[in-house]
């Protein structure tokens, strides 16, 4: 067998190049993925930073058991902070029980392979000021029934495609449904999301045993530093149909006691409803079709605890950066300019602050 012959300080050409291909999807849908040379780990590293930098709160919703309604909750919080003229992405990354498809009217819908990477379908462009952009592996399926039989190793490279190979585009707010459990895809989004701003919302009914569940979930919450928004209570109440009288179909203290034991609001109060139910079923969620509805009211309220959320978290991250530059002298900021925060490395905002230091540095050496 020919060897190859390579001189040290020349190139060899059987290594990866470190140039991007800038495509805007993971290798594994690329036509040229097989003679491609270039560093694949580079690109998908690269591809999920760039994802990530135009998207800005991530709200899990989260339930360990399922059953809750956490598809439901999660396009119906999605409409409302639509509403409120954000734009908004909904992640489908629940592997085994896609929902997402349905609730947006999306049945059947398959996803195109562009530059930018799968499209992302946008949803009652027509009825709100932004599309709400939807990503499910529902579009990736031959039909709704499919089973998915998928290893870990599988299920981590989705949720690595669902953030990354999927053109998201600007986002305020990336909703995600969350799987039951805290297994593989809640771990590898705890990974890929670590230093983004993300937060919870957890979902349960008053029954002991999805309470229980639940807690599992906060406890997974407690131990990787994921901070919670609140709990959306569904099927917290019903009103009879005949006489409009109010009652709970299950025990509601036991609930009420833990929430406030570990000091966890709630932020939403979801009525077991036939009217939501029949929305959903329908691909016309509550939020959208009846919004002035107790149960539209009802998540609106929850959209608005995680607005606040996200603001409070904007806030806290621009008094840390006036800090830095309160506490920082001249000379550190001058020697090391990789020091500053981000906005004011490129840009307007550069150029203004790179002529203000060297006016002081000039006045810094006058005084000398």
Known sequence: MAASQFNPGERDPLALRPEDCNRGHACQFCPQEVEC????????????????????QVVLVMANKGGVGKSTVTANLAIAMARKGFRVGVADADIHGPNQSRLFNLVGHKVKLAANGLETPGCFGDALPEPVKVASLAFLMQSDDTPIVWRDAYKHDFIHHLIGSFDWGPLDFLFVDMPPGTGNELITLADLLEGHPTAGVLTTTPQDIALMDSLKAFRFCEERQLPLIGVVENMAGVTCPNCATEFHLFPNTPLEKVLQELDLPSIAKIPFSPALAVASDSGQP????????????????????CLAYARAGQLEAGEQELNYLAKASVADML????????QFRTGPEADALNELLKAEQQRLRNQG
């Open 37 to 56: 040379q270039l560093d694949k780990a580079l690109h998908e590293k690269s591809l999920l930073e760039k994802r990530l930098a135009d998207i800005g």
């Open 286 to 305: 509550v939020a959208l079709e009846t919004p002035d509805s107790r149960e539209a009211r009802a998540f609106a309220g929850a959209a608005e605890a």
């Open 335 to 342: 020697a090391n300019p990789e020091l500053l925060p981000e």
